[in-house]
């Protein structure tokens, strides 16, 4: 098998946490990286044992090395559309991690750039990889739960603000707070769970009661003292969707809650789904039944690399394709206007 040249953009925690997965990715070389934080650029290149001249703090000069076949974007929101566009151009596949862009808009440019270009595009939503997410997807393929008509999506954390002051906290650059960032995860894999990417109607609340008091803060991220906080951090939300399906979407940074919960419940005319517990509920010779779903746990960070690779090498589609993702991104989009506006929205105005 030849090697594929990656190149990382964004050296903080998340091109990090790729790093450790890419060294057991078979196929995968990391050949340069990006940052422009010196210090920071140099101990990434320290870790994947790059030399000096493969350290580069401006990404169009990175872009022209030829060795570099596919890139992994691991920066602020608002620099995924840009920055994937330009790697497109330069004729290289792309991994973007999520959320896909700061709007619908932008989201659709990325989309019709990686079809320009004959390159692949995958979003980072490693939540579909998981042996649990995958084991109860085939499930839901075979009809066990009929028609899904309501679901639960629920991202809550006790406390886990990541790096206060920095992109995550700042509206312009990361779009949102926990409605881009954790919750796109569980939305979407609510969403897929479903086979329902078509929202028609949002009605949503966003509160900011921890953040500008800089209270429930999470190891994630690089905390800038001297930055700010303007985003939400707990939103709870409505949505409608084309088949008349509804889902309740919960998700927050901080909040005073026994417990971090991550979960999608999902009701449907023949059975229900519990995420968490991986149980399907149904009824069978007029009695109740609870039938427990057993599962291979799997890295999904590194299946999801995997994936990625093999979407290059072999001509894979890749998961997280542009007719899902731009429905996930217009539901994201819905909801957090409904907030900010405190009124209806519908997918029109988006």
Known sequence: MRAIGIGIIGCGSVGFHHLKRLVNVEGAKIVV????NPSLLERFG????????????????????TDVEAVIICLPTRLHFPVAVEAFEAGRHVFCEKPIALNLSEAKE??????????????????????DSQVLKRHVDNGELGEIYYAKSMMVRRSGIPGWGSWFTRQRDAGAGPIFDNGVHVLDLTLWLMSNFKPTVAYASSY??????????GQWGMPEPEGYFDVED????????ENDASVFFEVS??????KSEFNVRLMGDKAGLDFESTTIYATELGGHIDKKIHFEEKDPYLAEMNHFLDCILNDEVPITGPEEMLGLQKALDMILKSSLENRLVTAEEV
């Open 253 to 258: 940074w901080a909040s005073h809650i026994a």
């Open 110 to 131: 990325m989309f019709k750039a990686a079809e320009k270009s004959g390159k692949k595009l995958l979003i980072g939503l490693q939540s579909r990889f998981r042996g």
């Open 234 to 241: 707990l939103a709870t939300a409505l949505l409608r969707m």
């Open 46 to 65: 320290e870790a994947a044992g790059l030399s000096k001249r493969s350290l580069y703090k401006d990404y169009r000069a990175m872009l022209k090395q």
């Open 208 to 217: 900011a009661k921890f953040g500008p008091e800089k209270r429930g803060l």
């Open 33 to 36: 990286a990006c940052d422009i």
